[in-house]
């Protein structure tokens, strides 16, 4: 069977295809699924590695209906890149040692969400992570206006009450402004009208998950977890039986101290923030809720994460990371 090591890039990508007798074949193809299918459609099936990417998955997915083997590799592993030398990267040179990290076997496979058998679910989950990935664009905007506009606001030595933050331009709009100043915060009231409503109808969707998902509806019922984490959890994870330990999980979302260690020297610094970015900001600020809360309900979690806190660094286990490129 034939070995191809593709270099998957945006517009252009590379193919590495070595056939069974040593002989390599290289080509510089368009990344698109006319194109592939024109160059490899025809082909006999074959197995091919790429990296892990923003664009991966539909590769994948595209290749393997042509009837080909797909193999999404974990780009973080070294030994994938062993024969390639440091000093000198071209997109042939990395084409070249995909294929033979392909028939060396040195490589580690990808999460990817399991679409053959379950193609209905994964394509839901992929969509509700499409759908945080807008959501918290538009929060991220939000919080530019506002910041901005209570800038502004003081700058005339006038304060905004604390608020909701689809309440600050009411809160604004409610003090004595100068001609001035209200032309200036105009344009930006104007926008902010539109994104509180997109914001709040993102959260409908993703709150009526909790009904329809018993997985989400598990999730929320731990202290301090909505319906945003609790998707933005679930979608990411896809599936939970992967992770051995809550330890994998962790190091999965970078929620573990990094370490260098050498001889008798053995140093723990800040944590990874390796994997997912938005689940591992959720879950922190869930912590956070917890701790400053005063109520009953979370008591016993509160008194844990503050013994974890006082807990030295020695003591602090580091498993090793894993990564996730599926998003």
């Not at 490589?107 to 379950?118: F, I, K, S, T």
């Not at 608020?163 to 105009?186: F, G, K, M, P, T």
């Amino acid at each position: 069977m034939n070995t191809i090591g593709l270099d998957l890039h945006k517009g252009e990508s590379q193919l590495c295809l070595v056939a069974p007798d040593g002989t390599m074949t290289e080509q510089r193809i368009v990344t698109s699924r006319e194109r592939f299918t024109a160059v490899l459609g025809n082909r006999a099936p074959a197995r091919i590695l790429l990296e892990a990417s923003t664009e991966s998955e539909w590769v994948a997915r595209h290749l393997e209906a042509l009837g080909h083997t797909v193999i999404v590799a974990d780009p973080n592993y070294a030994p994938m890149y062993a024969t390639r030398r440091r000093r000198v990267k071209t997109d042939k040179r990395d084409a070249r040692t995909l294929a033979e990290a392909l028939r060396l076997g040195a490589y580690r496979v990808a999460h990817r969400v399991a679409h053959r058998v379950a193609h209905r679910v994964s394509s839901e989950r992929r969509h509700v992570r499409a759908e945080l990935a807008v959501r918290e664009a538009l929060v991220r905007t939000r919080t530019r206006y506002i910041v901005l506009a209570k800038a502004l606001v003081r700058r005339d030595g006038l304060r905004v009450a604390a608020s909701e933050s689809h309440l600050v331009a009411q809160r604004i709009a409610a003090l004595e402004l100068s001609d001035a100043l209200a032309a200036e915060l105009l344009p930006l009231f104007t926008v902010l009208g539109p994104i509180n409503e997109q914001i709040a109808a993102a959260d409908r969707r993703i709150t009526a998950l909790t009904t329809s998902d018993p997985v989400v509806a598990l999730l929320t019922t731990a202290p301090s977890i909505g319906g945003v984490t609790a998707s933005a959890i679930v979608a990411t994870v896809d599936d939970v039986t992967r992770f051995g330990s809550a330890h994998q999980f962790e190091a999965f979302i970078g929620l573990v101290p990094g370490a260098r260690s050498s001889g008798e020297k053995r140093r723990v610094g800040r944590i990874t923030k390796t994997g997912n970015a938005r689940v591992r900001y959720l879950l922190v600020e869930a912590a956070w809720r917890i701790l400053r809360a005063k109520d009953t309900d979370t008591a016993a979690l509160r008194a844990f994460g503050c013994h974890a806190a006082r807990r030295p660094p020695n003591e602090t286990s580091v498993p090793e990371p894993r990564v996730n490129r599926d998003d």
